[in-house]
């Protein structure tokens, strides 16, 4: 089945502790993205990725890597969690720019 | 610079009604244009798109037109069942970045 795993669905963490989130697709797309949702402000674009080591800033890229050494994997990397990255959390990948995003089922994470 | 905007939730509708869910946009240029719906604790589902001015893009009984002339992507369906009910999302696909740009999502509730 074609789809975008993330790893995990729920996270609680304490401010300052490094976590990582998985992203993995299984359709060799090129295009991989993370959002997060804020009810309000709808989904904003953290990073996003072109290709194998191409990645680059979106909208709210404060706070948090990325890295693309594989087509298929795309983690997110909070370094020192603050509570204001509380947020529901999305990893979408694409064919190309027309085709629509896959997006996964989404990782819930609070950081107290 | 570019935007989406929707209007505000929630819909409420009684099922077999007709729907009606407006979507503007600002961009330079001409994006693709996205629908995309959310059902309670799930990730974005790709519903529809346009990536052309005039194209109609259809799926499950919901469509939409780009109109290049209002900058409209409005989403349409005839005759709503209990099972719509979920938060829709409009979106634009910037050509130039792997951006997309998301309205705030507008929360449809269908009763029997």
């Known amino acids: 089945e074609a789809q975008v795993t993330q790893n995990p669905r729920y996270l609680i963490t304490v401010t300052g502790k490094k976590l990582t989130v998985t992203c993995s697709q299984n359709m060799n797309h090129e295009y991989m993205s993370w959002y997060r949702q804020d009810p309000g402000l709808g989904l904003r674009q953290i990073y996003y990725s072109m290709n194998v080591e191409v990645t680059d800033k979106g909208d709210v890229p404060e706070g948090y890597k990325v890295s693309r ?14 509570p204001n990255q509380t947020s529901l959390y999305f990893c979408a990948s694409s064919r190309d720019r027309d085709y ?13 | 610079g570019n935007s989406v905007t929707q209007m ?35 990730g974005l589902q790709l519903l ?23 900058t409209s992507f409005h989403l349409e ?27 705030t999502g507008t929360r449809l509730q269908v009763f029997p």
Request: with cysteine; glycine share 10%.
């Open chain 2, 8 to 42: 505000e939730g929630p819909v409420t509708l009684s099922e077999e009604a007709f729907l009606t869910i407006n979507c503007t946009y600002t961009a330079t240029g001409y994006p693709s244009l996205f629908w995309y719906v959310q059902y309670p604790g799930e």
């Open chain 1, 100 to 112: 629509g995003y896959t997006f996964g089922s989404g990782t819930r994470l609070t950081v107290v």
């Open chain 2, 48 to 70: 529809l798109k346009a990536t052309k001015a005039d194209d109609k893009g259809s799926n499950k009984g919901f469509e939409a037109t780009y109109r290049k002339e209002t």
């Open chain 1, 69 to 82: 050494k594989e087509k298929r994997n795309f983690p997110l990397i909070l370094e020192s969690p603050s």
């Open chain 2, 77 to 103: 369906k005839g005759s709503v069942q209990v099972s719509d009910s979920a938060v829709y999302f409009c979106a634009q696909g910037r050509r130039d970045t792997d951006k997309l740009i998301f309205g």
